[in-house]
């Protein structure tokens, strides 16, 4: 029992010693600055302590997209008559793009229905007919292999089509245009 006071007092004492000789957070972070050197001049470095509040930083590189043209930018904010006509042709063009685009997509996949269609009816014809796969064997094989090929041909043509759709309507929607499709889609 004696050992075990003697044991929790020593404890006692240094976290006491430890405590006291313990620095904040803080006042560690403050030594720390007024340690670090100056920047030098090739070298800049921005942080909150230096970031410049009243100017704009300078970006090296392309403008961005939208602020292609700062004239225009300041044109569209004179006039949001012009800049609402610039939306709606924009858009105009947009949806003509991407209404050709389904046009394109809706005739391949009528080709390749039509084609689906007419291999299954030149299958049944010849698998009906007993003398017929007898006699033409070798040539059912090779129109076979001609069909299925014409008709992977058109299917990756349709899902080549289709992606291209795709990334159309998502450049639409990364510039600003919103499409109504699944209302037109539900009528």
Same mark, same amino acid.
Do not use: C
């Given at each position: 029992?004696?050992?075990?006071?003697?044991? &929790?007092i020593?404890?006692?004492l240094?976290?006491?010693? %430890?405590?006291?000789a313990?620095?904040?957070? *803080?006042?560690?972070?403050? $030594?720390v600055?007024k340690?670090?050197?100056?920047?030098? %001049?090739?070298?800049?470095?921005?942080?909150?302590?230096?970031?410049?509040?009243?100017?704009?930083? %300078?970006?090296? *590189?392309?403008?961005?997209? !939208?602020?292609?043209?700062? =004239? +225009?930018?300041?044109?569209? $904010?004179?006039?949001?008559?012009?800049? &609402?006509?610039?939306?709606? #042709?924009?858009?105009?063009e947009?949806?003509?793009?991407?209404?050709?685009? #389904?046009? #394109?997509?809706?005739?391949?996949?009528?080709?390749?229905?039509?084609d689906?269609?007419?291999?299954?009816?030149? $299958?049944? &014809?010849?698998? %009906? +007919?007993? !003398?017929?796969?007898?006699?033409?064997?070798?040539?059912?094989?090779?129109?076979?292999?001609?069909?299925?090929?014409?008709?992977? =041909?058109?299917?990756?043509?349709?899902?080549?089509?289709?992606?291209?759709?795709?990334?159309?309507?998502?450049?639409?929607? #990364?510039? !600003?245009?919103?499409?109504?499709?699944? +209302?037109?889609?539900?009528?």
């Amino acid at each position: 029992m004696k050992h075990m006071k003697r044991v &929790a007092i020593a404890t006692l004492l240094l976290l006491g010693v %430890s405590g006291a000789a313990a620095q904040s957070l *803080g006042d560690y972070a403050r $030594a720390v600055r007024k340690n670090k050197p100056e920047p030098s %001049s090739t070298n800049r470095h921005f942080d909150n302590d230096n970031l410049p509040a009243g100017n704009a930083l %300078s970006v090296v *590189g392309p403008p961005p997209a !939208g602020d292609a043209n700062p =004239g +225009d930018a300041a044109k569209a $904010a004179v006039d949001p008559a012009a800049a &609402a006509a610039e939306r709606q #042709k924009t858009a105009d063009e947009w949806k003509e793009k991407i209404d050709k685009q #389904k046009e #394109k997509i809706d005739s391949l996949n009528h080709e390749l229905d039509l084609d689906q269609r007419e291999y299954r009816l030149r $299958a049944a &014809a010849m698998y %009906s +007919d007993a !003398g017929t796969r007898l006699r033409n064997a070798a040539q059912w094989d090779k129109d076979d292999a001609q069909y299925k090929s014409d008709i992977d =041909g058109k299917q990756k043509a349709l899902d080549a089509a289709r992606q291209q759709l795709d990334e159309m309507q998502e450049q639409a929607r #990364k510039a !600003g245009i919103v499409e109504k499709e699944k +209302d037109n889609d539900k009528k």
